[in-house]
């Protein structure tokens, strides 16, 4: 039987805060008055989005290597604002992060994110971003991203626990599984309700 967990990190995009990076192609699109298609194009053939999220790029970085490639220099503030402004809370995650905090496990965020995104959500001001989390590993902070080994080490090194007394959440088949390899208890996101039941089934009653 999986044991009760120390310490409980949480993946961010589908997980607590839904996504949607289409909305924000046609919402780059837009501002750098574009066809859709030629952002699309230029995303898929510089990496950029990767490169930004593993901090291999910083934003004006991304923006004069992004304008050259579509042949237009959209101001660089409308740009990151609109290449931000695809997320929605979670609501469904919001009992189960307030019963952690009941039973007194310590939060982590472990994401695959890039500062303006993470700027953005901090600018909604929700509650539980960075609210209760203790720890909050972000993959342009670390130059490592998901699955890759050196991002979990990253995150196990500032929880000080055993790996197997981490449990970890994440949307992603690709990402639990690397951090199963690390020595870490992970389960696949797919509702509230599930991680509910994988918690229960670790001895973590939320009360919800």
């Known amino acids: 039987m999986p044991r009760r967990p120390a310490f409980v990190f949480l993946d961010l995009g589908n997980v607590i805060v839904m996504f949607d990076r289409e909305r924000a192609h046609r919402q780059m699109a837009a501002v750098a008055g574009v066809p859709v298609e030629a952002v699309q194009a230029t995303l898929a053939a510089t ?3 990767q490169r930004l999220e ?13 304008s050259r490639h579509v042949g237009a220099a959209a101001d660089p503030i409308l740009l990151a604002a609109a290449a931000s402004d695809m997320f929605t809370l979670n609501v469904a995650m919001l009992p189960v992060i307030a019963g952690l905090t009941r039973a007194g496990v310590p939060i982590g965020i472990l994401s695959n994110t890039c500062g303006i995104h993470w700027e953005h959500l ?3 001001r929700y509650a539980i971003l960075p609210g209760t989390a203790t720890v909050t590993v972000l993959s342009h902070e670390v130059s ?14 500032q929880v000080g626990v055993a790996p197997e007394q981490i449990f970890f959440c994440d949307d992603i088949p690709a990402h639990v ?9 992970a389960e696949v996101f797919e509702s509230a309700a599930g991680l509910i039941g994988a918690l229960h089934r670790r001895g973590l009653n939320l009360g919800v």
Do not use: M, N, T
């Not at 490592?144 to 995150?155: D, G, L, N, R």
């Not at 599984?177 to 208890?185: F, L, N, Q, T």
């Open 47 to 49: 990496q950029l989005e």
């Open 54 to 66: 593993k901090g291999l790029i910083d934003w004006p970085g991304f923006h004069a290597e992004f």
């Open 122 to 124: 901090l600018s909604k």
């Open 144 to 157: 490592a991203v998901k699955p890759e080994p050196a991002i979990y080490a990253a995150a196990a090194a």
């Open 177 to 185: 599984e690397a951090a199963r390899a690390c020595g870490w208890d």
